[in-house]
């Protein structure tokens, strides 16, 4: 089935605030148009830009055995035991930083807007009105390949544009931490029609930002080519990156058209290895729209992406700190990466956590007494340390380090690179063990337990629940465990003491509501996280079961007043592993409507006022601009999940549809074990399968409804075999199958 639909995302209103914008990104460059006073105002950022200097002691308040004997005192914030400081009020250090800004001032105020991105080759095509009917049009883009953006205007007016290079305002009440840190004003020159703006920052760094501008006549108008670079460094570099920034800028407006052949051929490359066609043009968009903040994100040889990732606004601090947020807004920007095929954009996230192992092995030592062991904090800088403060309560909380771990597992069983697993991920996964193993107690029922363990983000008595056993941290060991025993045996290894640790962990235990949030506390109220379900979905142990259609049901029941943004959409991803295709479609309609701002960024709360959830604190203590990423990348990774997803060694196709859904099609999709899978439906039920094996194993293909099939090929050679609803495959390395139906 064909859908033939543009990808081009319109924004036809004035973008008058961050969120309402046109934005472009390349991995470590990131930018975003909005209007302020009239004026084009462009932030500019790059990944570089982090203030990393702690201002408090580097030893935490209490060592953990002394915070489990005075939990009361510890949940309440006792500064004896936990550090006091109110981090969102006092941004003490450790944070993303703002962008910087370009200010383009056109004659007369702008009074029309409209800016149409054509997401497959990432370029922006801009009309402009101003007072007195004047006109004015043009085309922005980011360079892919090169740390550019690149402006074009013509029309009345676009020949005498005025343009400023701006550093903070340090001024602004919303910049107060840069001024009450001491920073200087930016210091701006320009030399041979080149602007260059350096901005001090964090200690000895130094922000660069480059601008210069050329005149060109085409079709009879007037116009100017505007282009942009940043890059950051150490105020000892700051003139040799000013000379290699101003020579950049030069050189692409004078080769622009080289520049622009490269910059469309590696969008070209990344659209070209996977698609999904879905017969819901809301869906449709939002699926092109995350892939293509996937890739302005994710690059090979960039950064882990931040919860605003290359998008932070220049007029204020980033929203909690813009940090790297060591649960589900991490983890869950790498899901649609794995699930299309693009592992390798999530290599950046392995090397930086795998980098900084020493410095999480230190807080380990520091906090739990603990020798070569890993415990992550949930607010994290780049380089391991905490983000605001290393010792405050979300940074001194158990489980960071197994949503990371987790991650971890998923690079290999996408990848199979055999070399990272021996270098990078057995090596971090076995430390993170290491400190269960030194916390774990034994019980009278001769098990060990995990005391102090949370289920995310579940609250009682106004504090976060605390208590042994979540079925979080459980069903995560348990996991690890059987994990690590595997790649023992991959990399020729003892994997025995794994497996014994597992034999001796507790084991996840399920009653008649499902899968409960610790063992003797079931869900109690309406959640927001949903990580006593993670043994569905990410560990996809559990698909199409009663405990997982138990569990489901239990977390609708409690209803839907608490939720956050991703609340909806992780559900849809729950509901595709349990079958139920026209729950996946409302609540990823739903996160879509209610949850997104007008350029599509993900708004916390309910600030337009959809009547969804609870009136209260709609933006989690954030004002209506602040914004994160990850809950827009789980709309991709549902609708793959709708297509196929595994659980063990059986592969379920077409199992999340709606009923509505006719036709639909993907091309590129992966799953656990490298395998790539096309897929085609047609008259409502499935019609072609082909599987490219990434691994050597034998699976088992189920598939909704009773469809035999027809015809199977395995290299181009017809296959004896058949099935009505399921079909086992030996699978080996780079083997094609299709199956027709």
């Not at 052949?261 to 698609?275: P, V």
Request: proline share 4%; charged share 25%; net charge negative.
């Amino acid at each position: 089935m064909r859908i033939k639909m543009d990808r081009k995302m319109v924004l036809d209103r004035i973008p008058r605030q961050f969120c309402e914008g046109p934005f472009w990104g390349n991995g470590k460059m990131g930018a975003v148009l909005y209007v302020q006073d009239g004026k084009l105002c462009i932030s500019v950022d790059h990944v570089g830009l982090w203030e990393l200097r702690e201002t408090l002691p580097d030893e935490p308040k209490a060592v953990f055995s002394e915070i489990l004997k005075h939990k009361k005192e510890y949940l309440e914030g006792d500064p004896a035991y936990v550090e006091q400081t109110d981090i969102f009020e006092e941004h003490i250090g450790r944070t993303k930083l703002p962008a910087l800004a370009m200010e383009l001032q056109l004659p007369g105020s702008i009074t029309g807007f409209r800016a149409e991105t054509d997401l497959e080759k990432a370029e922006t095509f801009l009309s402009l009105e101003m007072e007195g009917d004047r006109k004015a049009e043009g085309r922005i883009y980011l360079d892919s390949c090169v740390n550019i953006l690149m402006i074009e205007l013509q029309g009345e007016g676009a020949n005498s544009l005025e343009v400023k290079a701006l550093g903070w305002d340090l001024d602004s009440p919303r910049l107060r931490p840069l001024k009450n840190w001491n920073y200087e004003p930016c210091i701006q020159t320009e030399k041979e029609g080149c602007f260059v703006v350096r901005q001090h920052f964090g200690g000895d760094r130094s922000a660069v930002l480059n601008a210069a501008g050329q005149a060109f006549k085409e079709a009879g108008k007037e116009g100017l080519r505007l282009a942009v670079s940043i890059r950051t460094g150490t105020q000892a570099e700051e003139e040799t990156m000013a000379e290699e920034g101003s020579a950049l800028v030069l050189d692409y407006l004078a080769r622009t058209e080289v520049f622009l052949e490269a910059h469309r051929g590696d969008w070209e490359k990344f659209w070209g290895g996977f698609d999904i066609r879905v017969p819901n043009e809301r869906l449709q968009e939002a699926f092109w729209q995350e892939m293509f903040k996937l890739y302005c994100n994710e690059r090979e040889d960039s950064s882990p992406v931040t919860l605003q990732g290359v998008w932070n606004p220049n007029h204020r601090m980033p929203a909690w700190f813009g940090d790297l947020h060591n649960d589900l807004n991490v983890q869950s920007c790498y899901w649609p990466a794995y699930k299309t095929g693009n592992v390798n954009l999530v290599r950046p996230y392995i090397d930086y956590y795998s980098a900084a192992s020493q410095r999480f092995m230190e807080r380990t030592w520091k906090l739990f007494g603990i020798r070569d062991a890993i415990h992550i904090p949930t607010m994290m800088a780049p380089d391991g340390t905490g983000a605001a403060s290393e010792w405050c309560f979300w940074n001194t909380i158990l489980g960071p380090e197994l949503f990371v771990s987790v991650d971890f597992t998923w690079f290999y069983e996408y990848s199979r690179e055999k070399d990272t697993l021996r270098d990078k991920i057995y090596p971090f996964v076995e430390r993170v063990l290491h400190l269960y193993q030194g916390i774990a107690f034994e019980k009278e029922d001769g098990y060990l337990h995990i005391p102090f363990t949370t289920s995310p983000e579940v609250d009682r008595d106004g504090h976060m629940l605390l208590s042994d056993d979540a079925t979080f941290t459980l069903s995560c060991l348990h996991y690890l465990c059987r994990k690590m025993e595997g790649y023992a045996q991959v990399l020729g290894l003892d994997g025995s003491g794994w497996k014994a640790f597992g034999g001796r962990l507790a084991p996840v235990k399920t009653n008649e509501k499902g899968l409960p949030l610790f063992d003797g506390i079931d869900v109690f109220a309406s959640h927001r996280h949903f990580c006593h379900l993670f043994p569905i979905y990410p560990l996809c142990e559990e698909a199409h079961n009663e405990v997982a259609q138990r569990s489901l049901d239990t977390a609708i029941n409690q209803g839907f007043l608490e939720f956050a943004a991703f609340s909806c959409p992780y559900l849809g991803i729950m509901a595709s592993r349990c079958g139920r295709g026209n729950m996946a479609r409302t609540m990823l309609e739903l996160y879509c409507m209610v949850f997104r701002s007008r350029n599509s960024f993900t708004v916390n709360g309910d600030p337009y006022q959809n009547g969804i959830l609870r009136i209260s604190d709609t933006n989690a203590g954030e004002s209506s601009d602040a914004f994160t990423l990850e809950s827009g990348f789980f709309v991709p990774t549902a609708l793959c999940e709708m297509f196929v997803h595994r659980a063990l060694d059986t592969f379920w196709l077409l199992m999340g549809m709606p009923d509505e859904w006719k036709g639909a099609g993907c091309s590129g999709l992966t799953v656990e074990g490298g395998h790539k899978l096309t897929i085609d439906m047609e008259d409502y039920r499935i019609s072609r399968v082909k599987l490219t094996a990434g691994c050597e194993e034998t699976i088992t293909l189920r598939w909704k409804g009773d469809n035999p099939v027809k015809r199977i090929l395995k290299n181009g050679v017809e296959e004896e075999g058949c099935g009505f609803t399921e079909l086992m495959l030996p699978l080996r390395m780079q083997d094609e199958w299709v199956i027709e139906f």
